[in-house]
């Protein structure tokens, strides 16, 4: 056995070696990041401009380190959630198996503040499962005439706001001279389009309610797409629609939704469910949040007729 010591490389030999060290571990970062989180090295690279343990700071050493730092924070940038870009889409007829329906007119905006509304919807139930607090920043997307709109404005008070969308400019009238009635001061009418609602890019809502509207969208990937951007992380979509299962629901089969559909294609645009109300007397009423919310999710109880 050989009890020689090993010998010392001569300094010039240890920049060089080095040099080589770090430069493999930088193209190695580069050329594939981990699927998990690289392992720590055992030795800091230098910093510019402060000397190594060893004094070594020659401009290669430098470079190649600060391309292992870089490095390093590009793999750390890919473990992150990505934003997908905006879909590409063109007006639709029918999504993932539905067949859309037609905007409803501004014509028969009447309908929408009929006087048994509340009877026949409960809608009195359905905005107390909101959970509007006064300060909260709501959209009230496809807001029509506003039947929604006034009373969350009320709730939220002078600090809160709600975002009232529609497609309609005659319906947005409709819903301006209800407002001036009741001289609320914090309701912002917008007129969206049809791929888009047009919400102010530094707004994260609380909350985006959809009453009878999102089986309307000609776009919607898009309009999903727009509403998860805007959503805060805790931020949820109320979304409400004529139950499709339930025959004794008297509204034209286009305007109806199944929890299937809805879950399919909510799940599909990174959307997850996180509650549900199942007493409503003719609507499902699901709420989602963005699929990487602090919210923990649920599955969707199967509908069960009364
Ligand atoms: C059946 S009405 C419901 C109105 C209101 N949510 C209510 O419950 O009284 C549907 C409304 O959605 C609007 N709408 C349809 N597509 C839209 C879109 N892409 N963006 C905003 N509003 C839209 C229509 O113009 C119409 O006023």
């Known amino acids: 056995m050989s009890k020689r010591t090993p010998r010392r490389l001569p300094p010039f030999l240890q920049r060089v070696a080095l040099g080589v060290w770090v430069c493999t571990l930088a193209t190695a970062s580069l050329a594939a990041p981990p699927a998990t989180a690289p392992a720590p090295p055992t030795q800091a690279p230098p910093v510019a401009g402060q000397p190594t343990d060893d004094g070594l700071t020659t401009p290669e050493a430098l470079a190649t380190a600060d391309a292992a730092r870089a490095a390093a924070q590009a793999a750390d940038d890919a473990s992150q959630p990505q934003e997908r870009p905006k879909p590409i889409e063109e007006p639709r007829t029918e999504y993932l198996g539905r067949t859309l329906a037609e905007p409803m007119s501004h014509l028969g ?6 006087a048994e509304r509340d009877l026949e919807e409960n809608a009195s139930r359905a905005f107390k499962q909101l959970g509007l607090k006064p300060g909260m920043k709501v959209c009230d997307l ?8 006034l009373p969350i404005a009320r709730d939220l008070g002078a600090e809160g706001r709600v975002y009232a969308v529609d497609i309609q400019v005659e319906m947005l009238q409709q819903l301006k001279a209800r407002v001036a009635g009741r001289e609320l001061t914090n309701v912002t009418p917008i007129l969206g389009d049809v791929d888009n609602p047009r919400l102010p890019e530094d707004v994260k809502l609380d909350l985006i309610l959809q009453v009878d509207v999102y089986h309307e969208f000609s776009h919607p ?8 951007r805007s959503l805060a992380p805790e931020g949820v979509i ?3 629609e004529y139950r499709e299962e339930d025959p004794n629901v008297p509204i034209k089969p286009l305007h109806k ?3 299937a559909q809805i879950m399919k294609e909510y799940q ?3 959307f997850k469910l996180v509650r549900e109300y199942n007493e409503l007397p003719w609507q499902h009423l699901m709420f989602f949040a963005r699929d990487d919310s602090p919210l923990p999710e649920i599955l969707p109880e199967p509908f069960v007729p009364k």
């Open 109 to 114: 905006a009447a309908w929408l503040v009929r």
């Open 142 to 149: 496809g807001c029509g005439n506003g039947y929604w709109t």
């Open 221 to 228: 990937q898009s309009m999903l797409w727009e509403m998860r």
């Open 238 to 240: 109320a979304l409400l």
């Open 257 to 259: 939704m199944s929890k």
């Open 268 to 270: 599909a645009n990174g």
